[in-house]
């Protein structure tokens, strides 16, 4: 604004009501997804959304108050030093890297569609085998006392023992309670998978009891997972069979396999909820159905592909030597909610930025052809730049040592790479 020949006051304020307007819905999709974190019913992603999205509101209030209010005290700090020098402001040409790859889309707007979304379709198809877990000390690097602690035990005991099930007895109503904990001792070991039980530890009243279950595999096995459901699954029968005690299966592992299902299961419904409400809220905003619709399928594509790529790279181990990674295994449980919620924020503020700046140029009397092009030749070089800070932040999580920050930076870092460079810069136009 201050290019085309507006004062300092009158540039901020033009501003303030066209890309402030922007920033406020941008700023709101962004605290739906981090606030949509509180649907799952896991207290601390609930902390964790809230905190998160009161953030981005104190974000999007600075950016309307605070940054016009010191524009008032240092106008000029918005030029360039030559500009300053100079005394006058030279405009933007028509064209410039925005403009001109708005064009070449334009030109072929059916292959580069089919491309990217053939492209983002295949590195999505690992998903297919996701299983989530929680890697424990047998992710981490063989130079650690824990993962060599780990491996020891796996070698002397067995794989399974560095996951005991932990049972617990009620036998409050059993008749026999001590009669009763035996009964279930009995039936637990006898299924199969599991090599060994500990003797049952009753606690001063003699109504209560704990022992431990230990299964012949790893704590993040497939096969202990299915254990796990098996155990639970004949617990009735088990039950019947003591007249009175019931039991409760237990312990980190079966929180671990507990806490992926539940994250699993929620999954579905967070993304009706965060996806639903933005579509609403971009309706408001461009007066449009398809343009939503059109952003939730972008995101989705690369989601889907950015876990795919995970799927890849940490369960089956492709290119896993290249990041360090020295045991695959179950993907975090909670890593497909990060990945919703964080890159879902993201991509709406891209999807925002670019296409309010479409949208007003049209308004102002472009052509859709042209308007295209004027959203890419005035906001491509912000989401770029927003992009690739966002990518550098991530990226940086890559190299820890420890498994899950490692996993969860890879796929921050190529789902931002996946929305900010195919889905807003070729699928959009």
Excluded: C
Excluded at 363 to 392: C, K, T, Y
């Amino acid at each position: 604004e201050r290019a085309k020949g507006h004062t300092p006051q009158e540039a901020a304020g033009l501003a303030t009501g066209t890309a402030g307007s922007a920033v406020v819905f941008a700023g709101l999709t962004v605290v739906i997804a981090l606030a949509g974190l509180s649907v799952i019913g896991i207290p601390m992603l609930t902390k964790m959304g809230l905190a998160a999205a009161g953030a981005v509101m104190i974000g999007v209030f600075i950016a309307l108050t605070l940054v016009p209010a010191l524009l008032g005290f240092w106008p000029n700090a918005v030029l360039s030093r030559n500009a300053r020098k100079r005394g006058r402001i030279k405009e933007g040409g028509q064209n410039n890297g925005g403009s001109r790859w708005a064009r070449f889309v334009l030109r072929r707007p059916l292959p580069v569609l089919l491309l990217s979304v053939a492209g983002l379709g295949a590195l999505a198809v690992p998903v297919m085998d996701l299983q989530l877990g929680m890697p424990g000390d047998e992710a981490k690097p063989t130079s650690t006392t824990e993962r060599r602690a780990y491996d020891d035990l796996a070698k002397g005991f067995g794989p399974g023992f560095n996951g005991p099930l932990s049972i617990v007895v009620d036998a409050r109503g059993a008749t026999n309670p001590k009669a009763a904990v035996t009964t279930i001792e009995k039936k637990i070991k006898a299924t199969d998978g599991v090599v060994s039980v500990s003797p049952a530890r009753f606690n001063p009243a003699g109504d209560t009891a704990m022992f431990t279950a230990v299964p012949s595999t790893a704590p993040t096995d497939k096969k202990t997972q299915d254990l796990v459901k098996t155990i639970r699954n004949q617990r009735p029968a088990t039950e019947a069979s003591t007249h009175g005690a019931s039991f409760e299966v237990t312990g980190t592992t079966a929180l671990n396999i507990d806490m992926a299902q539940k994250t699993q299961n929620a999954l579905i419904p967070y993304l009706i909820v965060v996806v639903g409400l933005a579509i609403l809220l971009l309706m408001v905003v461009f007066r449009s159905i398809l343009v939503p619709l059109k952003a939730a399928v972008g995101f989705l594509l690369s989601v889907l592909a950015a876990l795919g790529s995970v799927v890849a790279v940490f369960q089956w181990g492709w290119l896993a030597s290249l990041l360090g990674v020295e045991t695959t295994g179950p993907i975090m449980s909670l890593m497909p909610i990060f990945l919703v919620g964080i890159v879902f924020g993201l991509a709406m503020d891209y999807e925002v930025f670019l296409v309010a700046r479409m949208r007003e140029a049209y308004v102002h009397g472009d052509n859709p052809r042209q308007a295209v092009e004027s959203g890419f030749r005035h906001s491509a070089r912000v989401v770029v730049a927003a992009a690739l800070i966002m990518m550098a932040v991530f990226s940086g999580f890559i190299g820890a040592s420890e498994s899950m920050i490692k996993m969860i930076g890879f796929g921050l870092a190529i789902a931002v790479l996946f929305d900010a460079f195919i889905v807003r810069m070729a699928f959009v136009p």
